[in-house]
């Protein structure tokens, strides 16, 4: 099946500091990425849909400045969360749709931040 | 737009017993229904879904869930659960031609030797 993977699976920062995290397609291309937020115990929140080779879509009430999306290429999409505070700590899952599997995600396995 | 509803936020049962957990959606247009199950500390794994076609869809371990057009319900079902069947389990909708998904709260599935 396809995969996707994150990078890290947990990271742990300074409050004040910005944080990258990745998201691959491994066997496939993906032009569409999404990016969720899970707090502990919660459902998924949708945060963004990245998009490559244009500019990601924001879901209402997520800010922009604050959580940086790139979609480099066609296997990569990059999600920084600029200076980060304790309330920015949380479980990021990113997925990506596979063409031609109708409406089939896959998803990463997550980053674990914590923001001390 | 769509929503989903999971009013159970935590079912335990006895390993071998039955078990369903509940999914309710609303929505103006026509849709695909998904379930998910997650594992402590793991991304989301697709346990099933309803595209079209058959109203009952199954998975390969199993659970199965029907789709119910008028009482707009997913409901996830499975005979015998196991100790292995212990997770988080998200039901999810998405429109026609969409791949946003809409998530519920989702269902503690505590499965009690």
């Known amino acids: 099946g396809a995969v996707v993977s994150q990078h890290p699976s947990r990271v742990i920062c300074k409050s004040g500091t910005s944080v990258k995290i990745e998201c691959r397609s491994l066997d496939f291309q993906a032009t569409t990425m999404f990016w969720y937020r899970q707090f502990p115990k919660q459902s998924l929140m949708l945060m963004a849909t990245s998009n490559e080779g244009s500019k990601a879509t924001y879901e209402q009430g997520v800010e922009k400045d604050k959580f940086l999306i790139n979609h480099a290429s066609l296997t990569l999409s990059t999600l920084t969360v600029t200076s980060a505070h304790p309330e920015d700590s949380s479980f990021y899952i990113c997925s990506a749709p596979r063409g031609g599997l109708e409406n089939e995600q896959f998803f990463g396995p997550g980053t674990r931040l914590t923001v001390l | 737009a769509q929503s989903v509803t999971q009013l159970d936020s935590q079912v335990p049962v006895f390993e071998e017993a039955p078990v369903e957990l509940r999914c309710n959606y609303s929505s103006s247009v026509s849709v695909y229904l998904f379930w998910y199950v997650q594992y402590p500390n793991q991304g989301l794994q697709l346990l099933l879904k309803?595209?079209?076609?058959?109203?009952l869809v199954e998975s390969i371990n199993g659970f199965e869930a029907e789709f119910n057009k008028s009482q707009t319900s997913f409901h996830l079902r499975k005979p015998s659960v196991h100790i292995s069947d212990t997770a988080e389990y998200f039901c999810a909708v998405s429109g026609l031609g969409s791949y946003k998904l809409i998530f519920g709260s989702g269902t503690r599935l505590l499965v009690r030797p």
């Open positions: 309803y595209l079209s076609g058959s109203t």
